[in-house]
């Protein structure tokens, strides 16, 4: 390949398309309205699920890529997550309870190890293709991963309405309606046609590949010999994997426990100094504007991955965690003082931007520790620590929130009926302080970090 930046071009249209899978807030309102006897558990269900697979996908997408290349894998990725989408387009021919289980399967299953399928193969290929600038092009990799919801997220809710597109509430354009579950077909064509171009332009470079002017890392250090590539079963065994594992699993921890939780968290701050009930309309506008807030935050989480992978690449991986970590802890210990909105959208938008560095340096640091001869299989590992993350953040929101008021909704319809819903407000000031202190201690751990070394032959 003549030029390797299009092998970029190839990632970033992979990547955006892959973005889908955090688009899922769009359709939970529609499907609770077609299937009334849904509970809110449920519908939430297929989302928890397809990180799941999107996670383990990784791990297993990455060996099998690393022995036959990433275009046949990235490729076959977006095949199952356009089938996935497609077949969810059926999902209104059950009844309530197999419609759960077949959305389950095909959107969340099918879909979800497309994208983990997918998703490894443009960081692995960027990766060999640019030695010299890792921190950047691995940043560049991912933000179109971060910033594929900002874009499809009001193409599907316009497409299950009709209505205008719009972005920052600029009507771009407008479109028919094609319905709930239409929209699912649209945007699995759309994936598996745009995923399958995209891998296209994914090639890996021959073997020793150099980039003009640039020499590789000396490999010796004193008594010891810096091991340049590291199977699988050789990086478990290394004290500097499981410390980055542990760190990589924090930082998600606190990125998806404020992104899941983005606009809830503003409501309980907007509402948290009422004494009694609201109106429909000044709520609406609190929805609204912590609607706005999950803007913010992708874009912030885009802008991350690309600043401070670049950033890595000047003052060096380790620096550069360790000063992510530092403002993603002292955010998160103050969090709960952030109740104005402006401080609000500066708190979210000061994580946003660390999580999305976690996600573009930690595949360089992967690549700068362990090397790229077994990469795809390497980072699907190291990739683990996101979905244990995802889990975990959420899970901490959730389970440490203290219910500090029930704010009651009232509502006038345009029959004159007057309607009253109940909505807890939560305290998530605890949640904050464990997520800050965890990511505290992942600073002081970063301390101790330096490459993986073997003693030298005599």
Not at 69 to 74: C, M, N, Q, S, W
Request: aromatic share 12%.
């Amino acid at each position: 390949m003549k030029n390797r930046w299009f092998v970029v071009l190839g990632a970033l249209i992979i990547q955006v398309s892959l973005g889908a899978v955090y688009i899922w807030s769009v359709f939970q309102t529609p499907l609770l309205t077609h299937f009334p006897s849904w509970k809110e558990t449920q519908v939430t269900l297929p989302a928890q699920i397809i990180l799941a697979c999107f996670a383990l996908a990784v791990i297993i997408a990455g060996r099998i890529q690393d022995r036959t290349g990433p275009r046949p894998v990235a490729i076959a990725g977006g095949l199952m997550l356009g089938t996935g989408l497609i077949l969810a387009r059926f999902t209104a021919s059950f009844a309530p309870g197999t419609a759960l289980v077949w959305l389950i399967v095909t959107y969340s299953v099918i879909g979800g190890l497309g994208i983990g399928a997918a998703y490894v193969c443009p960081i692995a290929t960027c990766v060999k293709w640019f030695p010299d600038k890792r921190g950047l092009i691995t940043g560049l990799a991912v933000a179109g991963f971060g910033a594929g919801a900002f874009f499809f997220a009001p193409l599907a809710k316009a497409l299950i309405t009709g209505g205008p597109y719009q972005l920052f509430g600029q009507s771009l354009f407008t479109l028919p309606q094609a319905g709930l579950f239409n929209t699912f077909l649209i945007l699995g064509l759309i994936f598996l046609v745009t995923i399958t171009l995209g891998a296209l332009l994914l090639k890996n470079p021959e073997p020793g590949y150099c980039p003009a002017g640039w020499n590789p890392p000396a490999r010796t250090e004193g008594s010891t010999v810096l091991k340049l590539d590291f199977s699988p079963s050789e990086m478990w065994r290394t004290w500097q994997f499981w410390l980055l594992w542990g760190i990589y699993l924090t930082g998600c921890a606190a990125g998806l426990m404020i992104i899941m939780k983005a606009s809830p968290i503003w409501q309980s701050f907007a509402l948290s100094t009422l004494t009694a009930g609201v109106d429909s309309p000044p709520f609406n506008q609190i929805a609204s504007a912590g609607a706005l807030a999950v803007s913010i935050l992708a874009i912030f989480n885009s802008l991350g991955r690309i600043v401070w992978g670049k950033v890595s690449d000047v003052a060096g991986r380790k620096n550069t965690l360790i000063a992510m970590f530092l403002v993603c802890s002292l955010t998160m210990l103050t969090f709960n003082l952030l109740k104005p909105y402006s401080l609000f959208l500066m708190g979210i938008s000061l994580v946003g931007l660390c999580f999305g560095g976690f996600l573009a340096v930690f595949p360089a640091v992967t690549a700068d520790y362990f090397g790229t001869r077994h990469y795809g299989a390497n980072y699907g590992w190291m990739f683990s620590a996101y979905g244990v993350g995802g889990l975990l953040g959420p899970y901490l929101a959730a389970a440490l929130m203290k219910t500090s008021a029930i704010v009651m909704i009232r509502e006038i319809r345009q029959a004159g009926e007057e309607s009253v819903r109940s909505l807890v407000v939560g305290d998530y000031r605890l949640a904050f302080v464990v997520s800050g202190v965890l990511c505290l201690a992942a600073t002081v751990a970063l301390l101790l970090l330096k490459k993986p070394e073997v003693k030298k032959d005599n």
